[in-house]
């Protein structure tokens, strides 16, 4: 389980301070596909750095397991963040690697012996439907065959936890439902919690069973996501639903 008590995070600059998130708090149940919506520059990409350690919470906690990641050092927080993938928005990957070669790159950093590794990287290029673009490299591939790079890659260290920043913002919507029916999979073949930061309602809609909605680096409401989107409770909710005061937007 991954418990967000109270998490707030403040960058300072020659301009001054800006609170990118602001006392959040909710929690994400292990099997959970959880979606984090909410407008741009809500706070949820920043969140979801908190989340993954790439940001360390000004104060606050995130418990993986019951553990404060923030309080962990040197190969603790290593085999920490290797329990959380991270597909990046705009997938990130090694443009001068093969596919085989991206999804190696953790597991050569994690000393994986070869044969292991070799053998690992081609279970995941067949579970992701890439196996006939091992030798590929990532311009010869289309956006969807990207992010399934970036999926794979992401769970070659067997996280508990795939945390994905807008997985289909760059994607036709054939190759959305692709990629969304791909991470449906890893969550019911391998067990693996999915986090999903998206401003998209219907993939939320499409895919997760709970969600958190952030406005303005606060959180807004959360819970099942039926429940959540047939009541929406807050204003923002509702705009993002296209619902303003019980009524649909023209």
């Given amino acids: 389980m991954i418990q967000i008590e109270n998490l ?11 609170t990118a998130l602001r006392g959040v708090s909710f929690d ?27 940001e360390q919470p000004t104060s606050g906690r995130v418990l ?9 050092r040197g190969k603790q927080l290593l085999a920490a963040r290797r329990q959380m993938g991270v597909v990046f928005q705009g997938y990130h990957l090694l443009m001068q690697k093969s596919v085989r070669q991206n999804v190696a790159f953790p597991l050569r950093l994690a000393r994986v012996p070869r044969a292991e590794r070799e053998a690992k990287v081609n279970r ?13 490299y990532p311009a010869q591939l289309s956006g969807g065959q990207c992010q399934r790079v970036a999926i794979a890659r992401a769970l070659a260290t067997d996280p508990k936890v795939l945390l994905c920043d807008e997985p289909t913002s760059a994607l036709d919507p054939l190759t959305t439902r692709q990629v969304l029916e791909l991470l449906r999979e890893v969550n019911h073949r391998l067990g693996v919690t999915i986090v999903v930061i998206t401003h998209e309602i219907a993939v939320v809609r499409e895919i997760c069973n709970k969600v958190a909605v952030i406005d303005a680096a606060q959180f807004a409401e959360g819970g099942r996501t039926d429940e959540i989107f047939a009541k929406p409770a807050s204003n923002i909710t509702r705009l993002l639903l296209g619902v303003e005061g019980g009524r649909k937007h023209a």
């Fill in 8 to 18: 707030t995070k403040v960058f300072h600059s020659s301009a001054g301070e800006v």
């Fill in 28 to 54: 994400i149940e292990d099997g959970d596909i959880f979606g984090i919506i909410g407008m741009s520059g809500a706070g949820k990409s920043t969140l979801l750095r908190c989340l993954s350690m790439l």
């Fill in 124 to 136: 995941l290029l067949e579970l992701v439907g890439l196996a006939d673009k091992a030798d590929a």
């Fill in 64 to 72: 993986l397991d019951g553990v404060d990641l923030a309080s962990l």
